[in-house]
């Protein structure tokens, strides 16, 4: 069994940073989806699991970068938000896909808000 737990989330400002964190029971490419209300879950960042490739989605290129330790944790370091970033995001994992087109495991999901 794979458990991946999520910390970090919590309330930001319009323009102000936050940084989610997951750590994996084990090795895997992961990633961050998140999802709001109304809305289907969107891709939000991936990266092998050596951290040597990454790929971010286009409604957070430039604003948000994921990266990872040498351990199973993986960041995802959350900079100017807006917001339309509030959602409920969710750590994923997958033993062979570093894309996360359809992860094998999920986190529980965290809530991210952003307002004034």
């Known amino acids: 069994q794979v458990h991946l737990v999520e910390s970090g989330g919590g309330l930001a400002q319009p323009g102000g940073s936050l940084r989610l964190s997951c750590t994996a029971s084990?090795?895997?490419?992961m990633g961050w989806y998140r999802q709001s209300p109304g809305s289907d879950r969107e891709f939000v960042a991936s990266i092998t699991y050596k951290g040597a490739n990454k790929y971010h989605g286009a409604a957070v290129r430039g604003r948000f970068t994921i990266s990872r330790d040498t351990g199973n944790t993986v960041y995802l370091q959350m900079n100017n938000l807006k917001p339309e970033d509030t959602a409920v995001y969710y750590c994923?994992?997958?033993?062979?896909?570093?894309?996360?087109?359809?992860?094998?495991?999920w986190g529980q999901g965290i809530q991210v808000t952003v307002s004034s």
């Open positions: 084990g090795r895997y490419a």
């Open positions: 994923a994992a997958d033993v062979t896909n570093w894309r996360l087109e359809r992860p094998d495991y």
